[in-house]
């Protein structure tokens, strides 16, 4: 397990520091930018599964707020896949808000294999 650790930290150290090289900037510089490039993804999926949100609740305001007709099929289905794809985004962005760091690692090491 120490040997496992050890190695991906090396791999981790040499990819971050050829990327600097390559972009000739420092290499805690490329690393800060992905963190922040990470937490942007975070933030960006949030909204736009908030935007997905006011649809899914949108529909169904209109389908279920009217007392004099049943709700048709196609209304239903559509809040269901809008509160899908927030389900979706929400899994998706709220651990980028919560470890960047993390995502910032995994963005290096799929530069470099």
Same mark, same amino acid.
């Given at each position: 397990?120490?040997?496992?650790?050890?190695?991906?930290?090396?791999?981790?150290? %040499? =990819?971050?520091?050829? &990327?600097?090289?390559?972009? %000739?900037?420092?290499?805690?510089?490329?690393?800060?930018?992905? /963190?922040?490039?990470?937490?942007?993804?975070? /933030?960006?999926?949030? /909204?736009?599964?908030? /935007?997905?949100? +006011? @649809?899914? =609740?949108?529909?169904?305001? &209109?389908?279920?707020?009217?007392? #004099? #007709?049943?709700?048709?099929?196609?209304?239903?289905?559509?809040? @269901?896949?809008?509160?899908?794809?927030? &389900?979706?985004?929400?899994?998706?962005?709220?651990?980028? +808000? #919560?470890?960047?760091?993390?995502?910032?690692?995994?963005?290096? +090491?799929?530069?470099?294999?």
């Amino acid at each position: 397990m120490d040997s496992t650790v050890a190695y991906l930290t090396e791999h981790l150290t %040499q =990819s971050l520091h050829a &990327l600097a090289k390559n972009l %000739q900037v420092p290499a805690e510089q490329v690393f800060g930018v992905l /963190v922040r490039q990470a937490y942007l993804e975070g /933030v960006l999926f949030l /909204v736009i599964g908030s /935007v997905f949100l +006011l @649809l899914a =609740s949108l529909f169904i305001w &209109l389908s279920f707020g009217k007392k #004099c #007709c049943d709700p048709d099929e196609v209304t239903i289905f559509l809040s @269901l896949l809008f509160i899908g794809l927030v &389900l979706m985004m929400a899994w998706r962005g709220v651990p980028r +808000l #919560c470890n960047p760091e993390y995502y910032a690692v995994r963005e290096i +090491l799929g530069i470099f294999g």
